[in-house]
């Protein structure tokens, strides 16, 4: 594990280069769904990830957010969101990272997450409890491309946890709602999906860093879940609780 940790960072460090080097360049929109682009930097760094893994761990998959790969729930596979927050990092904004982890037969089993641009990186961490959703800060991530019941419900509880929470976030990119969680700097977190290269890093070290990680419901997160959400003990329950009319409406659509 110690050898696939040391070749997740050095391929995190060529990623990282790229992001660096293209930040202050014009950047190609490559549109792939409504409200949603990609970039050459996106596809720079992907290429760069996959690159230096067949180079160090040449007997494991590789799947990455642009260009798919290998099945995700068999064997050891690396899972690559290139550019996390590709709408921030065109914006100039600094919220946007690198994310990488292994799934071991779809058990996620190590992450490295890079925010080059705040000067962050983690592969552990430790959470802060809280004992009640009043004393924490929640994170939750982008609803732009839910339509339905479901996109209704989870506005629904965006507006709840404002409400009831100590503070909310929303900031557009997952990398940083994991990295703050495994860091103390927020008590929970909920996505509007379970992308998997969105997730499989920030799983693994949210779940060693005492995180609960589950879908909406409260079971456990796993690859076939319909949202992913993430909290500290002492609140989780509450968020599980809160999150009810949203698990029924991704139960039924999907």
């Known amino acids: ?33 409504a409200k949603d682009f990609l970039t050459e930097v996106d596809l720079a760094s992907e290429a760069a990830l996959q690159r230096a893994l067949a ?8 799947y990455g957010e642009e260009g798919g790969g290998a099945a995700l729930d ?8 290139p550019l996390d ?13 690198v994310m990488l982890g292994l ?20 592969d552990s961490g430790a959470v802060a409890d809280v004992d009640a959703l009043e004393k924490g800060i929640i994170g939750m991530g982008d609803a732009f491309h839910r339509g339905g019941t479901r996109m209704d419900a989870y506005l629904e509880l965006t507006m709840t946890v404002h409400r009831r929470a100590l503070r909310f976030r929303s900031v557009g990119a997952a990398s ?16 509007a999906h379970n992308n998997p290269y969105d997730v499989v890093a920030g799983h693994a070290i949210a779940r060693s860093a005492g995180a609960i990680c589950t879908d909406y419901a409260g079971d456990p997160l ?9 909290a500290v003990p002492g609140i989780q329950p509450e968020l599980v609780s809160l999150a009810a009319d949203l698990a029924a409406a991704a139960a039924r659509d999907g």
Request: aromatic share 6%; glycine share 12%; with cysteine.
């Open 85 to 97: 927050g590709t709408i921030n990092y065109a914006t100039g904004s600094p919220l946007c990272g």
């Open 74 to 81: 068999v064997g050891k596979v690396w899972v690559a969101d």
């Open 222 to 230: 796993t690859l076939e879940s319909s949202g992913a959400m993430a």
């Open 176 to 191: 940083v709602l994991w990295a703050w969680l495994v860091n103390g700097q927020i008590q929970g977190m909920l996505l």
């Open 1 to 33: 594990m110690r050898a696939e940790l040391a070749a997740a960072h050095a391929a995190v460090d060529d990623a990282v280069a790229i992001l660096r080097d293209g930040r202050s360049r014009p950047h190609t929109r490559i549109d792939k769904a």
């Open 103 to 122: 799934l071991e037969d779809g058990v996620p089993t190590l992450g490295v997450i890079d925010l080059p641009f705040l000067g962050v990186r983690v």
């Open 55 to 62: 180079a160090s761990t040449p007997e494991i998959g590789f």
